[in-house]
Every structure is written in C-alpha cells, then in structure tokens.
C-alpha cells in the first residue's frame, strides 16, 4: 500500500536552518511528481512546493521562494525540503503529498505530517 | 499567490444538500479545469474527494459532487451524514505553474 512517512521536525530558532524527509514507498515514486503543503496551527492549507516526476522541475510558492528548496533521490525513494533562514510564520504541520495529475493538485496520498516550530 | 476564497462555514441538517463555493481569478480557478477538493477532520491529514473540476476518487461517495462556472467552483453535499462534518478546501492550479489552496469552510451538520 502506498505510504509517505515525514521527518525531520522540530523545534528550531529564527533564522537557522531544518532539513524535511518524506520516505515513500507501495508505489514508483519516480513516476510521480511530489508536493510540500503546509497547515500553521488552527489554520488552512498552503501549498509550498512542488517537484517533477524527475527532479528536473521544481516550483514554489512566493512565501518560501529563495529560503526553500525541494528535492528527491528517486534511488531512494526520498523527497526532500532544505528549509533556510525560517522565520516564526514558518511554524506548521508539513505535509508530503503525491500528485496523480503532475502538476496539477491532484493529491491522492498524503503523510501523516511533521510539525516545524519557529521559536527563539 | 492570493488564496481561493471560501466561505469561513457552512451547516445543514441530516439529509439536506449544501453548497461550498470557491473563488479565483482567470487566472487560476477560471483558466483551468483543475480544481480539486479536500474534506480535513481534525488532526487528520486532508483527503482527496474531488479532482478536475467533478471527478471523484473511487470509494469516494456519489453524494459528493463538483462544478464550475467561471471563476468559481462548487462543491455539493447530498444527503448530509454526521460524517460529513469537517473542514474543506478547494485548490487550483495557477498560470505560474503553482498551486492555490483557499482559506477552508468549516461544514457544520446540526
């Protein structure tokens, strides 16, 4: 069965730098392209960001653009999100999701998500 | 980037229909027949229930239906549950090549 398992969580200061993971596995993961999306505490989604099928296109969401990065080791079955200078707004539940329909929000399987505290 | 505009909530009695609307721009909801729809219950990861526009998942119940008509989708409710109570969000892909999500409705079944 499909499965996406987050990691790297945490509590972290204002201005450092946290590393998530998303390991996957019950599919081909390198056949699909993949998503952050983010829930702050008590509030609505927000979409961060998104990488092709194959690495070689990445998107993101004008709030984290230049701070975040997203990546995947299809070898490994591995998504990834290098998120830098973080700030308070940051704090969230992060959420790997997979997309059926690329780019298109389309998506069929999420993870249980890793909560992200920016926090001095 | 703005957010798809949704309603802060909505409620119904068992068995009645509601409607949840979602609002965009040409540039999102309006340019793309790819809005999808995600019910949330608390503390639980959301769940796809309607993809491009009108088409459900399989196991997603026919009670639940999608629309368009401009720059606003629609999602109905038939046959309100109990079960039905819950957050909802609409989402778009964008002219940027991103994804929108709207601010969520909470649906309340009295």
């Known amino acids: 069965q499909v499965q996406l398992v987050e990691s790297g969580g945490g509590v972290v200061q204002p201005g450092r730098s946290l590393r998530l993971s998303c390991a996957a596995s019950g599919f081909t993961f390198s056949s699909y392209a993949m998503h952050w999306v983010r829930q702050a505490p008590g509030k609505g989604l927000e979409w961060v960001a998104l990488?092709?099928?194959?690495?070689?296109?990445?998107y993101y969401a004008d709030s984290v653009k230049g701070r975040f990065t997203i990546s995947r080791d299809n070898s490994k079955n591995m998504l990834c999100v290098q998120m830098n200078s973080l700030r308070a707004e940051d704090t969230a539940v992060y959420y790997c999701a997979r997309s059926f329909g690329g780019n298109y929000p389309d998506f069929d399987y999420w993870g249980q998500g890793t909560l992200v505290t920016v926090s001095s | 980037q703005s957010a798809l505009t949704q309603p802060a909530s909505v409620s119904g009695s068992p068995g009645q229909s509601i409607t949840i609307s979602c609002t965009g721009t040409s540039s999102d909801v309006g340019g793309y027949n790819y809005v999808s729809w995600y019910q949330q219950h608390p503390g639980k990861a959301p769940k796809l229930i309607i993809y491009?526009?009108?088409n459900r998942p399989s196991g997603v119940s026919n009670r639940f239906s999608g629309s368009k008509s401009g720059n606003t989708a629609s999602l109905t409710i038939s046959g309100l549950q109990a079960e039905d109570e819950a957050d909802y969000y609409c989402s778009s892909y964008t002219s940027s090549s991103t994804v929108v999500f709207g601010g969520g409705t909470k649906l309340t079944v009295l």
């Open positions: 491009d526009v009108s």
């Open positions: 990488i092709s099928y194959d690495g070689s296109n990445e």
